[in-house]
């Protein structure tokens, strides 16, 4: 999810375990959201997108579901590996050219 | 080949000094922008660029310039550096109707 300061969030999961990172967005106008992984040492890469038309959408493994009564976005991954292994950011974007990202969340695979 | 490359990767340099970030991208996206990242902040939009004549400020430009040379080169520079902008500095590109960006792999500057 969000977080303010110099610590992200934390999520450690065991291999093989199902994965639920949350992230709350700010703006109710804002009608598309995209999930970007970066690993450590690199830039941000692009997950899965969900537009706000949409409730529910699914990629390779990872599921993104969009709640916008409350302003809430989740990714799910499943039979989480440990290259899964980052720090997942969360965007909101209200059709122009300004993408809000949050701070991210990071999460550990446990072998 | 990388899509989206940026240079130098790593900057050591002292307060006051003048620096340029290089952004290059192979992708022919006629959008790019300039972030920096600092621990806990995510993603910050310092400027961005829709075509070579166009440049806007993002939310924290104060302390930048940057300049469009072509659509595949988009040059980030600190006037006069200071101890503060010290951080991780990410170029992107985008094509829409998608607005999903294409990061390059990251400048990490450090000001003394």
């Known amino acids: 999810g969000e977080s303010v300061g110099l610590h992200l969030p934390t999520l450690s999961v065991q291999e093989g375990d199902n994965s639920i990172i949350n992230c709350a967005y700010s703006?109710?106008?804002?009608?598309?959201f995209i999930w970007y992984k970066q690993e450590s040492g690199k830039g941000p890469q692009f997950i899965i997108d969900?537009?706000?038309?949409?409730d529910k959408r699914q990629g390779q493994r990872v599921t993104v579901l969009l709640n916008k009564t409350v302003k809430h976005l989740s990714l799910q991954i499943a039979a989480t590996q440990p290259g899964d292994s980052a720090v997942y950011f969360c965007?909101?974007?209200?059709?122009?050219?300004?993408?809000?990202f949050g701070a991210g969340t990071r999460l550990f695979v446990k072998a | 080949d990388a899509d989206v490359t940026q240079t130098p990767r790593n900057r050591i340099t002292k307060t006051g000094k003048r620096i340029m970030l290089e952004c290059s991208q192979t992708?022919?996206?006629?959008?790019m922008y300039w972030y920096r990242q600092d621990p806990g902040l995510g993603l910050r939009l310092i400027y961005y660029?829709?075509?070579?004549?166009?440049?806007n400020k993002g939310e924290i430009s104060d302390g930048y310039s940057v300049s469009r040379q072509a659509q595949a080169k988009f040059s980030l520079s600190l006037e006069s550096a200071i101890p503060n902008q010290t951080a991780l500095y990410f170029c992107?590109?985008?094509?829409?109707?998608?607005?999903?960006?294409?990061f390059g792999p990251g400048t990490r500057l450090t000001v003394l």
């Open positions: 965007a909101e974007n209200t059709g122009g050219f300004k993408t809000i």
């Open positions: 660029s829709f075509d070579v004549k166009d440049i």
């Open positions: 703006n109710s106008a804002s009608d598309y």
């Open positions: 992107a590109t985008s094509d829409p109707p998608r607005d999903e960006q294409f």
């Open positions: 992708k022919g996206h006629d959008r």
């Open positions: 969900i537009r706000s038309n949409m």
